[in-house]
């Protein structure tokens, strides 16, 4: 059974930074897409950022040049450096991954950035 795990949320002050990680496991297969949703109280799930197994990025536009995301060295893992973080950045963040065509999703680790 794959599972997603998440680490790295918690609470900083506006202009700080933050690294999410997220390691999927359970599978011999590695993942064709992994990403970063996030998902604020009162509003939609929205993609963040994702990387496909050959390395292409997209980026949400609220984060372009603030936030940057790597495959780790580990099969199946994922990490979100958050730079120049905003109070608008406050939600809980998701790590989802694509794996043999079936979508997975993490627990959520939520991310408060203080004014």
């Known amino acids: 059974q794959v599972q997603l795990v998440e680490s790295g949320g918690g609470l900083v002050q506006a202009g700080g930074s933050l690294r999410l990680s997220c390691a999927a496991s359970g599978t011999i297969f590695s993942a064709n897409v992994m990403g970063w949703y996030r998902q604020a109280p009162g509003k939609q799930r929205e993609l963040v950022a994702g990387?496909?197994?050959?390395?292409?990025?997209n980026y949400a536009d609220s984060v372009k040049g603030r936030f940057t995301i790597y495959r780790g060295n580990a099969k199946n893992t994922v990490d979100l450096q958050m730079n120049s973080l905003k109070p608008e950045d406050t939600a809980v963040y998701y790590c989802?991954?694509?794996?043999?065509?079936?979508?997975?999703w993490g627990q959520g680790t939520q991310v408060t950035v203080s004014s």
């Open positions: 989802r991954s694509l794996i043999s065509l079936r979508e997975y």
């Open positions: 990387i496909t197994s050959a390395g292409t990025t």
